[in-house]
């Protein structure tokens, strides 16, 4: 059997083994696959993906470095890399990681989303914020990023921004009830504030 054959067989032994949730065994399988064909980039994305499910995610840093090596051009293995040092506490090399995926791509909202995402965990809420909208304006009817953002104004106190981009969203998936009941919310919030009930 070659080894390109090999790699293919490990990983769909990785596979079986992460969905019986036999992690450990799956990690070594998808290590193999890796082993028989270096530039496996499936093998590479889920063994370091294993491998941060089992809480270690610092080992699943050079796995994921291996996918940058590969091609240092894609802003793709740039962004997994810094999620996986986020995982690992590496917060500064995180955000380089996601400001280098920018740098190739800048218009990657879901890099620009982890960047904010990093940001808000550090304290910097301007700079979060602006990295949330600019991503939203990116692909405004991603509802996971619409209700992200308005959850982060409200938090913020910019309950009218909240409410500007529920309401955009809104206009457009007037079904959706779990936006209707975030936007409710928020209209709550600023109608107890208007009346001096703040929290």
Same mark, same amino acid.
């Given at each position: 059997?070659?080894?390109?054959?090999?790699?293919?067989?490990?990983?769909?032994?990785?596979?079986?083994?992460?969905? *019986?949730?036999?992690?450990?065994?799956?990690?070594?399988?998808?290590?193999?696959?890796?082993?028989?064909?270096?530039?496996?980039?499936?093998?590479?994305?889920?063994?370091?993906?294993?491998?941060?499910?089992?809480?270690?995610?610092?080992?699943?840093?050079?796995?994921?470095?291996?996918?940058?090596?590969?091609?240092?051009?894609?802003?793709? *293995?740039?962004?997994?890399?810094?999620?996986?040092?986020?995982?690992?506490?590496?917060?500064?090399?995180?955000?380089?990681?996601?400001?280098?995926?920018?740098?190739?791509?800048?218009?990657?909202?879901?890099?620009?989303?982890?960047?904010?995402?990093?940001?808000?965990?550090?304290?910097?809420?301007?700079?979060?914020?602006?990295?949330?909208?600019?991503?939203?304006?990116?692909?405004?009817?991603?509802?996971?990023?619409?209700?992200?953002?308005?959850?982060?104004?409200?938090?913020?106190?910019?309950?009218?921004?909240?409410?500007?981009?529920?309401?955009?969203?809104?206009?457009?998936?007037?079904?959706? *009830?779990?936006?209707?009941?975030?936007?409710?919310?928020?209209?709550?919030?600023?109608?107890?504030?208007?009346?001096?009930?703040?929290?």
């Amino acid at each position: 059997m070659d080894r390109e054959w090999q790699a293919v067989v490990a990983l769909e032994e990785g596979d079986r083994l992460r969905e *019986a949730g036999r992690l450990p065994e799956a990690a070594a399988a998808l290590q193999r696959a890796v082993a028989c064909k270096e530039d496996f980039v499936e093998a590479i994305v889920v063994w370091a993906d294993v491998l941060v499910e089992l809480g270690r995610s610092r080992e699943a840093i050079p796995v994921m470095e291996r996918l940058v090596n590969l091609d240092p051009r894609s802003c793709q *293995a740039h962004n997994y890399l810094g999620l996986v040092q986020a995982k690992a506490g590496c917060r500064e090399e995180a955000q380089q990681s996601f400001q280098r995926a920018l740098e190739l791509e800048p218009h990657f909202a879901e890099a620009l989303v982890n960047l904010g995402v990093l940001e808000w965990e550090q304290g910097q809420e301007e700079e979060a914020l602006a990295h949330f909208e600019q991503a939203a304006r990116l692909e405004p009817g991603n509802r996971e990023l619409v209700a992200e953002l308005a959850l982060l104004y409200a938090r913020s106190g910019q309950l009218q921004a909240a409410i500007g981009a529920l309401r955009e969203y809104l206009a457009g998936h007037p079904e959706d *009830a779990e936006l209707q009941a975030q936007l409710a919310e928020v209209l709550r919030a600023v109608a107890e504030k208007g009346n001096g009930k703040e929290g």
